[in-house]
């Protein structure tokens, strides 16, 4: 067996970088390098061992695993993530970091990743395994327990973790860790940690360990016998429901999910991973469904007999906290690659397999029983659909002043960018309002990371979407809409942008506070409490009333090497916001970063979902306003159902038992 002598570094980055997925669609057939390059920062942690070896590739074979560097660790996981989701999991990034605060600040990275069932590869690094310099800097002792490290910390946030204590067993942490990667079932972050001695100590590596391997996504087909009972149960439907989530998209299944709509006139709702499934204009499109919904998915779900959900987590929005289904006739057919998923809200019909393989079955079965809705149902649709756009066309073109409210901000960008153009956002009232309110055109045109909601993803996932965007060659425009307290959490990968003069562009509202939590706050009696950003009065010791603080964020995109863009207050905010996204995207793909200042009201909310989030709300206060609010929250609650199946007939009974 022919061998290489190195260090278990260099053994693991050029493992890394000859590693491929291949996707095999309708014959089609996709090879992509699976880590095309690695992120991180150094420190005393990884800068012997990873460091190193990126160092001694970039000087001999400089394409082979290509280094970015970062300003902040969690934001370069946040890279990974977008850039992940934008080429459908095919495809992701290393990020490592160094032991103690800079492996720690990539956690919250990795649950994001984690919940939103996206790959990344985290290299976080670890103290002595020998323990000869113990304590090290930066180690986390306990004395109760000296196998515990910093590293451990990943566990729960991880699909996958291992430690690296000696270096013969970098080759099944490697290998395992890549087995989860790829796997469509179980992906999200995959941990590896690497103690610092480890990572440059030397190593035998065997020639097929570094020689190139193929990953093949799985994409089963579903079972005969799921199809023929998911066709019995929706042919009785009067009032079936498509909710499509982010699995269609990683199924590549839009084409099919608008084939299935049409063939059978069952209409689509979708979540927050699911909005590009359908065009916004499309007959059997309803819009967004849940808490940050349209009210004609709203509507039409609260009678809906028969829910189809097609890749999707329901989570508590999608579900308006399980107040959305009100027929208590509903039951769920349920398609997902996860079994986990699968069973959720107590399914009649559970299908375990891949979306893209499934619907075509599903709707060649549908057609052979000639299923169409009747004429009241697809009635009621059109009139649903033609109230929800006259309520977004009115939020767009409302005049607000002094300051335009986000509905018309968000539709002044809607309207300048092009539909191959990708929209980033993630946390604070801009996702609900853009689930609801944007009209969407291409299936990679929106990105909002919803599943963890994390504030200060936004511009860090934007220039990986942006990544993905220049590697596939198409040109798109990646626009990142975030408020001014996501910005202020994390905005430093601007700088990133600067330094690879790679053009983002980034639509910043500025209505000094927490919008979103302002007005949660508000209904659960609490009077927009700790979320404006003032002056401190130190007499009542409160942030409520005074002055705005002289805060200028566009100043300081500036001092960042960013070209800025100041939109002025007056009537004539909303079409200079059209221009300046029109001049932004003209400019050529080098001009680095473009940010443009906004000035947005911080009360102003958009069209109502007529639905509801549940919130608890205290049960005892002497505050009118909590007392007030517990009373509605008492009356919203009612309305939960727990969607644990419905119950067995009595010749169902009979066939189980």
Request: charged fraction near 20%.
């Amino acid at each position: 067996m022919s061998t290489r002598i190195m260090t278990v570094a260099q053994a693991a980055v050029e493992f890394l970088a000859n590693q491929w997925t291949v996707d095999l669609i309708d014959g089609h057939r996709t090879e992509v390098r699976t880590i095309p390059g690695m992120h991180g920062i150094f420190g005393h942690g990884n800068l012997a061992g990873v460091g190193q070896a990126l160092k001694q590739v970039q000087t001999h074979a400089p394409g082979l695993m290509p280094f970015h560097q970062g300003r902040n660790e969690q934001a370069l996981v946040h890279q990974a993530t977008g850039f992940a989701r934008h080429t459908r999991r095919r495809q992701t990034y290393a990020v490592t970091a160094s032991i103690g605060p800079g492996s720690t600040n990539m956690i919250t990275g990795a649950a994001v990743a984690t919940t939103n069932r996206l790959p990344v590869l985290l290299l976080p690094s670890d103290e002595f395994a020998t323990r000869a310099p113990d304590p090290v800097l930066q180690q986390l002792e306990l004395p109760h327990d000296a196998t515990i490290a910093c590293a451990d910390l990943f566990r729960p946030v991880s699909r996958f973790f291992d430690r690296v204590e000696r270096p013969e067993q970098v080759f099944s942490a490697l290998l395992s860790g890549m087995r989860v990667l790829m796997d469509p079932a179980e992906t999200g972050t995959v941990t590896i940690s690497l103690p610092q001695d480890v990572q440059a100590e030397r190593i035998e590596v065997p020639d097929e360990f570094l020689a190139p391997r193929q990953w093949r996504i799985r994409r089963p087909d579903p079972e005969q016998v799921d199809i023929e009972a998911a066709v019995d149960l929706i042919r009785g439907a009067h009032r079936p429901l498509i909710i499509a989530g982010g699995g269609v998209h990683y199924a590549l299944a839009t084409d099919t999910l608008r084939d299935l709509a049409e063939v059978t006139g069952i209409p689509v709702a979708y979540t927050q991973a699911g909005v590009g499934v359908i065009d916004w204009d499309h007959p059997q499109a309803l819009g967004a469904v849940g808490a940050t919904g349209s009210t004609a998915a709203n509507a039409y779900a609260a009678q809906a007999d028969v829910v189809i959900g097609i890749g999707t987590r329901y989570s508590d929005f999608t579900t308006a906290s399980k107040t959305l289904f009100q027929n208590p006739a509903l039951r769920f057919v349920n398609i997902n690659i996860t079994g986990f998923d699968t069973y959720k809200l107590g399914v009649s019909v559970p299908i375990i397999a891949d979306a893209g393989k499934t619907i075509p079955v599903l709707r060649a079965a549908l057609g052979s029983v000639g299923y169409q809705v009747g004429q009241q149902t697809a009635e009621l649709i059109r009139a649903e659909k033609q109230r929800w756009d006259a309520t977004v066309d009115e939020a767009f073109t409302i005049q607000d002043q002094p300051l335009p409210a986000q509905s018309q901000i968000i539709g002044a960008v809607n309207r300048a960018m092009a539909d191959e153009d990708v929209v980033i956002c993630a946390a604070g009232s801009l996702p609900g309002d853009l689930h609801k309110l944007w009209r969407i055109k291409d299936p990679y045109g929106y990105h909002v990371e919803y599943a963890f909601s994390c504030m200060g993803y936004e511009i860090a996932g934007g220039l990986g979407v942006k990544r993905a965007a220049l590697a596939e060659g198409s040109g798109r425009d990646v626009v990142v809409m975030v408020g001014d307290g996501s910005y202020l959490m994390m905005h430093t990968e601007l700088v990133t942008a600067v330094a690879e003069r790679i053009k983002l562009i980034v639509v910043l509202l500025q209505n000094h506070g927490f919008a979103s939590i302002g007005s949660l706050s508000e209904t659960v009696g609490s009077q927009r409490f700790g979320t404006k950003f003032r002056y401190l009065d130190p007499q009542r010791h409160s942030f409520e009333d005074g002055a705005e603080l002289p805060v200028d964020l566009a100043a300081n995109a500036e001092s960042l090497g960013v070209q800025v863009i100041r939109i002025d207050r007056g009537p004539g905010a909303i079409d200079d916001l059209r221009r300046a996204v029109d001049h932004a995207r003209s400019l050529p793909e080098d001009t680095g970063p473009v940010l443009i200042h906004i000035a947005s009201d911080l009360y102003q909310g958009a069209p109502d979902s007529e639905a509801w989030w549940d919130v608890p709300v205290a049960q005892v206060s002497d505050l009118d306003t909590t007392q007030a609010a517990h009373v509605t929250y008492t009356q919203q609650k009612a309305r939960q159902r727990p969607l644990l199946g419905p119950s067995a007939t009595a010749g169902e009974t009979d066939a189980i038992h």
